[in-house]
């Protein structure tokens, strides 16, 4: 594990980046979703992952730390693909498959940090395992539209 001097854990930063790239990834299929349920379950998660990076950059700012989001050139590449996959295919399966694929890997992200954790405050361990119970129940939701 690496502790940046004064700077957030590896663990701290795979829950942000979790939050910040799965708002980023919906944010960008939004417009797309034809489907109302979609829309709503969407409209849920986006909430949910505000939330999410809220109380990471609070429990952080409290500490003095800052968060290391995704890099523009992840957030602009991330984003380009969404766009282009919707221009090909903006079917509510579609859509539902790549925030299936998404959610995945933020679960695959979160859970290495999480067995590489050490040192983390029991709340952040807590917030992550969290984090990746609820990723899984979007992504078993998901499933209804694929």
């Given amino acids: 594990m690496k502790i940046r001097k004064n700077g957030p854990t590896d663990l701290e930063n795979a829950l942000y980046k979790n939050a910040v790239t ?10 797309n979703v034809r ?7 969407l409209r849920g998660k986006f909430k949910e992952y505000q939330k999410q990076s809220e109380l990471i950059s609070g429990q952080l700012r409290v500490q003095n730390k800052r968060p290391a989001g995704p890099d523009f050139m992840s957030r602009f590449i991330s984003d380009a693909d969404i766009k282009l996959s919707c221009m090909k295919n903006s079917s509510t399966e579609n859509i539902a498959k790549m925030m ?6 933020g679960v695959v992200k979160v859970q290495h940090a999480l067995n590489n954790s050490n040192g983390d405050s029991q709340r ?5 395992k969290s984090v990746i119970s609820k990723e899984q129940k979007f992504a078993d939701r998901l499933k209804n539209f694929l």
């Fill in 22 to 31: 799965g708002a980023a990834a919906i944010k960008s299929l939004y417009p």
């Fill in 35 to 41: 489907d109302r349920k979609l829309e709503r379950e």
């Fill in 100 to 105: 299936y694929q998404n959610s995945a890997a």
């Fill in 124 to 128: 952040v361990v807590s917030v992550a």
